[in-house]
């Protein structure tokens, strides 16, 4: 099972695609996407949508795990990102990929065992977990590698762990469905 691992951004969007074996992780391949501030921010996300393109076809994941967005302060930021984000998921339901999401808190309640872990302690849990030399350089790439890490621990039992995320997940969940219906497309004209 090959997953890949999105840290959405519009600068620096994070990747990492890792395998799982039984109970064996590895790293298959993991970096970030750059963008310069100077480029259109239509270019930016178009660059974003190809290399992301190439990087599924190049690694075949079976799936994707996202971290979902937390709100900031600054709310260009945050629609910035949110764009990224969303040729980022294109990219993967194009590609025929399923998408899961967790929230920072579920990531390193998976990784760490603890909800509020610095993000240093998620770093090195990425590196020892994945049996690499050092830490994923820029943050961006280990917080992916970490999305990847913890869809496939969510996928691999029913551990004590397993079962609290399973928890949060469900309750998440839950609320999502509550508060939207999403059974009716169409184009009206």
């Given at each position: 099972?090959?997953?890949?691992?999105?840290?959405?951004?519009?600068?620096?969007?994070?990747?990492?695609?890792?395998?799982?074996?039984?109970?064996?992780?590895?790293?298959?391949d993991y970096g970030?996407?750059?963008?310069?501030?100077?480029?259109?921010?239509?270019?930016?996300?178009?660059?974003?949508?190809?290399?992301?393109?190439?990087?599924?076809?190049?690694?075949?994941?079976?799936?994707?795990?996202?971290?979902?967005?937390?709100?900031?302060?600054?709310?260009?930021?945050?629609?910035?990102?949110?764009?990224?984000?969303?040729?980022?998921?294109?990219?993967?339901?194009?590609?025929?990929?399923?998408?899961?999401?967790?929230?920072?808190?579920?990531?390193?309640?998976?990784?760490?065992?603890?909800?509020?872990?610095?993000?240093?302690?998620?770093?090195?849990?990425?590196?020892?977990?994945?049996?690499?030399d050092k830490v994923?350089?820029?943050?961006?790439?280990?917080?992916?590698?970490?999305?990847?890490?913890?869809?496939?621990?969510?996928?691999?039992?029913?551990?004590?762990?397993?079962?609290?995320?399973?928890?949060?997940?469900?309750?998440?969940?839950?609320?999502?469905?509550?508060?939207?219906?999403?059974?009716?497309?169409?184009?009206?004209?």
């Open positions: 099972m090959r997953i890949l691992g999105v840290d959405p951004g519009y600068a620096l969007m994070g990747y990492g695609v890792i395998e799982r074996n039984g109970s064996r992780l590895r790293a298959v970030s996407i750059s963008t310069g501030p100077s480029a259109p921010m239509p270019e930016r996300l178009k660059f974003l949508y190809s290399s992301l393109m190439d990087i599924i076809a190049d690694t075949e994941p079976d799936t994707a795990s996202f971290e979902e967005l937390f709100y900031n302060t600054n709310a260009k930021t945050v629609i910035n990102v949110g764009q990224a984000r969303g040729v980022a998921v294109l990219a993967c339901v194009n590609s025929g990929i399923e998408i899961a999401e967790y929230t920072p808190l579920q990531i390193k309640q998976a990784l760490v065992g603890y909800g509020r872990a610095e993000k240093k302690q998620v770093q090195q849990m990425v590196k020892a977990v994945l049996g690499l994923p350089k820029p943050d961006d790439t280990a917080d992916a590698l970490a999305a990847a890490v913890c869809h496939a621990n969510s996928m691999a039992g029913s551990s004590s762990l397993q079962k609290a995320i399973d928890k949060a997940m469900a309750e998440e969940s839950a609320k999502k469905k509550a508060s939207k219906k999403h059974d009716d497309f169409r184009i009206i004209r």
